[in-house]
Structure formats: structure tokens, C-alpha cells
């Protein structure tokens, strides 16, 4: 059974920086890509990034870039988020997840089968 476990959310003021772990078990992690997705109150789920199982191809989705850093240690099968620069508009509940199948990259939440039970993150004004 795969599970996921996030950690690392809290409370931060603008401009900071949080890092999120999430902890794999359950199946061979170093062979799927992993995301990162997050929810806000009142709005739907939406992509945050994603890496590819070795590591090696990461891609955001815009409003993420060049603030957030996805990263992965296949040998503690933990992924990881640095968000910095953090905006008051990047306070969500975080979740990350796991593809069903294959190793690349993917902002296609139907790709992604498996999801953790998510860690609140706050940003104060």
C-alpha cells in the first residue's frame, strides 16, 4: 500500500521561506515521478510542480517559478518542496502525490493516483 506522508507546513510571514517533506512507502520510489499540488480554502486543487523519478527534470507552473524548488533523495524515498519569496495568495493546504505509472514529469492531476493527507501552509501579510 503506498503511502504518503507531507510535513513542514506552519505559519510564515511574506517574504519567507517554508520546506516541505513528503515521505514515500509502499512501492519502488525511485521509479515515479512525484508532484507537489496545493488547495486553498474555496478554490480547486491546482499543480504546484513536479519531478521526474531521478531528479534530473523539474517543471512549476508559472506563478510558482523561481520561488519554489521541488527536490528528491531516492535513498530515503523523500521529496521535498523550498518555497521562498512566500506570497500571502501561497497559503494552501499542500499536498503531494505520485503518478500511477512512469517516471516523467506531469502537471496532469489524472496521471496522479496516490496523494498524501496534505500539511496546512500559511502566509501572513
Known amino acids: 500500500q503506498v503511502q504518503l506522508v507531507e510535513s513542514g507546513g506552519g505559519l510564515v510571514q511574506a517574504g519567507g521561506s517554508l520546506r516541505l517533506s513528503c515521505a514515500a512507502s509502499g512501492r519502488t520510489f525511485r521509479d515515479y515521478a512525484m508532484g507537489w499540488f496545493r488547495q486553498a480554502p474555496g478554490k480547486e486543487r491546482e499543480f504546484v510542480g513536479s519531478i521526474s523519478w531521478s531528479g534530473t527534470y523539474t517543471y512549476y507552473a508559472d506563478y510558482v517559478k523561481g520561488r519554489f524548488t521541488i527536490s528528491r533523495d531516492n535513498a530515503k524515498n523523500m521529496v521535498y518542496l523550498q518555497m521562498n519569496s512566500l506570497k500571502f495568495e501561497d497559503t494552501a493546504v499542500y499536498y503531494c502525490?505520485?503518478?500511477?505509472?512512469?517516471?516523467?514529469?506531469?502537471?496532469?492531476?489524472?496521471?496522479?493516483?496516490?496523494w498524501g493527507q496534505g500539511t496546512q501552509v500559511t502566509v501572513s501579510s
Open positions: 502525490a505520485t503518478v500511477v505509472a512512469g517516471g516523467s514529469v506531469s502537471s496532469d492531476m489524472s496521471r496522479y493516483a496516490y
